[in-house]
């Protein structure tokens, strides 16, 4: 059950700080981190103390954590419902942020001649892409990598020097997955 990025989300929604909440429950700042990353889980009374500071009910806590999808299925016949803003791309995560503690992952789609930004202040961090569909080119530092339909690879996160661009003359999907 992953309560920890549910106490975040409550935390962040009434603007307290992980030192103001720890504080009030008599824990340490470092231990209530771990609690919302799910590194560590607290007790039965440490959680109480945890959502009295935040102004929660734990039992609404609980419930809400037994709900979280286990599995999200995104078929292929849904590729074709999506719409593309002006920037040429889309991304469609398979998790909410909340959720997203280890890894995260996406389709991602991109328009003929368009590239994806590159996460930001990601330290150390790994990806993997797997072209779905089309044909996009990864550029990793100096080297560009073409990648057409059913090719995939593993790298290291460079965010300085980084791009996936669509270098195709067709819609291409990508699934990407990568650390957090």
Same mark, same amino acid.
């Given at each position: 059950?992953?309560?920890?990025? /549910?106490?975040?989300?409550?935390?962040?929604?009434?603007?307290?700080? /992980?030192?103001?909440?720890?504080?009030?429950?008599?824990?340490?700042?470092? $231990?209530?981190?771990?609690?919302?990353?799910?590194?560590?889980?607290?007790?039965?009374?440490?959680?109480?103390?945890?959502?009295?500071?935040?102004? %929660?009910?734990?039992?609404?806590?609980?419930?809400?954590?037994?709900?979280?999808?286990?599995?999200?299925?995104?078929? #292929?016949?849904?590729?074709?419902?999506?719409? /593309?803003?002006?920037?040429? $791309? %889309?991304?469609?995560? $398979?998790?909410?942020?909340?959720?997203?503690?280890?890894?995260?992952?996406?389709?991602?789609?991109?328009?003929? *001649?368009?590239?994806?930004?590159?996460? #930001?202040?990601?330290?150390?961090?790994?990806?993997?892409?797997?072209?779905?569909?089309?044909?996009?080119?990864?550029?990793?530092?100096?080297?560009?990598? %073409?990648?057409?339909?059913?090719?995939?690879?593993? $790298?290291?996160?460079?965010?300085?020097?980084?791009?996936?661009?669509?270098?195709?003359?067709?819609?291409?999907? %990508?699934?990407?997955? *990568?650390?957090?």
């Amino acid at each position: 059950m992953n309560i920890g990025p /549910l106490i975040r989300k409550a935390r962040k929604e009434r603007r307290l700080t /992980l030192k103001a909440v720890a504080e009030k429950a008599s824990i340490s700042e470092g $231990f209530l981190s771990q609690v919302e990353n799910d590194v560590n889980s607290p007790s039965v009374d440490t959680l109480m103390r945890i959502c009295k500071a935040i102004d %929660v009910n734990p039992g609404d806590l609980i419930t809400q954590a037994s709900q979280q999808q286990q599995i999200i299925l995104m078929r #292929k016949s849904e590729w074709e419902d999506i719409d /593309l803003s002006h920037t040429g $791309f %889309v991304t469609r995560r $398979f998790f909410p942020p909340e959720e997203r503690t280890i890894i995260d992952s996406a389709i991602l789609v991109l328009a003929p *001649g368009k590239s994806i930004p590159v996460r #930001k202040d990601i330290k150390q961090g790994q990806e993997v892409l797997c072209v779905l569909k089309g044909e996009v080119e990864l550029m990793l530092s100096d080297k560009k990598y %073409v990648l057409a339909e059913g090719d995939s690879v593993h $790298f290291r996160s460079n965010p300085a020097s980084q791009a996936i661009t669509n270098k195709s003359s067709i819609m291409s999907f %990508v699934l990407w997955v *990568g650390t957090l």
